[in-house]
């Protein structure tokens, strides 16, 4: 398999961890927004849900696709080097990793953990 297939798929992982980080964050602050310049402690319509819950979709397939590409260019720009390197295996496995510990740590941080 090439390079430039194989470096999307290994990253794959911390690319779609980092995009739902990305689209929690966006809706966090979609809402704060709302509130406090347009709806405020009124009630909210139905619409504003789904307003939130599509731009938090379309965050999440451009930032997905986003890392996607910029994956494939490194393994493209790569492929002249040989072969996988354990170097490459690590770092997206530790991507990986770190991602999900941020998460945990911010959940256990916040009290929803332990």
Known sequence: MKF???YPLLFLLPSAIFTGIAMVLTVGAGAGMLWLFV???N???DEAEDVLLGLAAAV???MLLA???IAYRAGKSLESRGGLRKSDVLLALGLSVWLLLLVLMHQYRVGNVG
């Open 4 to 6: 430039r297939y194989t």
């Open 39 to 41: 709806y405020g402690d």
């Open 43 to 45: 009630a909210w319509p």
């Open 60 to 62: 999440g397939v451009l």
């Open 67 to 69: 890392c996607l590409f």
